[in-house]
């Protein structure tokens, strides 16, 4: 063969290989963490649908098991909402009659009185139900729910109260009236949704009222904000300002920090108040500028616990804030794409190997390490249900932002 020939048949040789591989697709680590999550909650809706019964997934048990909960739990919207993200990030079809079965399961959840947390545990599975389908019946159970968060308000304090304090609970044992956790701000979407859907201003206006006296009696100077605070039932007064899951009355529960952040955006987005925003903006100013914010952006449980750096972190109040910054990134404000860019950094974090778990461990919960209640020592450092939740809405914000 003469030179000429050989060039161009080593030419043709590498067109032929060149054209029959197919290059190797690239998959970003947000599609991977996609797949990731739609194959692990795929294994655990396998349990849940061998076991014949509509089983609603928390935690772990302690004994190497899941912990399943009831409709009252707090956490019963949680799994329920992560198969409608599931549904909506992966477009896959099969997830569409198991949405429906695990949230129709905790419909009985509409007529709770006796805690505050129906707003969790309705907008999280009903809420997400009705933005995607449309089912009327869905819109009547939001509108029951609604009136019966709406039970709890108190008049002269003007809140919404968020424990009972009669019996034999835990909270009894406090000396508290009417305790309203920073958690609760989580409830208030339920309330703007209902309006919303029934044209009865009565749910708006006691969200706003929530929400305006918190803006009052939950914050310090510096932005962050304390757990409890317990109003005289009587005149409205504050009679403590405490903490149930937090290291301490004046520390900063990295959760209750994330709640704050993320109620406060949805006052915003429902009132287009400022000053909603700017409380939410403050209280992310604070966890993010605070010296003791790990590199990678996962909270430590309590930003003053007092073993730090050898304190454990917090992975649902990462994923609770990220979801929050992707939607202040859409709102006015200086520089918004840094709200997004953290964002990502903390999804990005919570999408390594040292927080998300490999397929089939972690009782198939999607993320490691999160933490219930330490003073209560309870869930901790373990899968959390709403880790995962507001993980998968983060995720599904981040996708809609960059389409
Ligand atoms: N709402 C209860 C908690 O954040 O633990």
Known sequence: MNLKKSILTGCAALLIASSCSTPEKKVSWPEKAV????AQIGMEIDTIEASGKCLNPVTLNGKGGVYYCGYADWR????????????ELTGDQTLLPLAYKYTEAISEAQNLTWHHDIGFIINCSFGNGLRLTAKPEYKDIMI?????????????PQVIQSWDVKGNSWQSERGWECPVIIDNMMNLELLFEATKLSGDSTFYNVAVAHA??????????????YHVIDYS????????RHTAQGYAHESAWSRGQAWAVYGFTVCYRETKERKYLDQALKTFGFMKNHKRMPADLIPYWDMDAPGIPNELRDVSSASVIASALYEISTYP??????????????????????????????GRFILMHSVGS????????????????????????KKDLEK
């Open 35 to 38: 797949e990731n999550a739609r």
């Open 76 to 87: 019963s919207g949680f799994f329920p909402g992560s198969v409608w993200y599931l549904y």
């Open 144 to 156: 029951q729910a609604a009136k019966s968060l709406c039970t709890r308000f108190r008049e002269k």
């Open 212 to 225: 305006d006296r918190t803006l009052e009696e939950h914050f310090r100077p510096d932005g962050s904000c």
């Open 233 to 240: 039932i009587e005149d409205g007064t504050v009679r403590h």
């Open 333 to 362: 404000v200086e520089n918004p794409q840094s709200y997004k860019e953290y964002a990502d950094k903390m999804l990005e974090s919570l999408s390594t190997p040292e927080y998300t778990a490999p397929l089939g461990e972690n």
């Open 374 to 397: 330490i003073p209560h020592n309870s869930e901790i450092d373990v899968p959390l249900n709403y880790a995962d939740y507001y993980y998968l809405e983060a995720l599904k914000r």
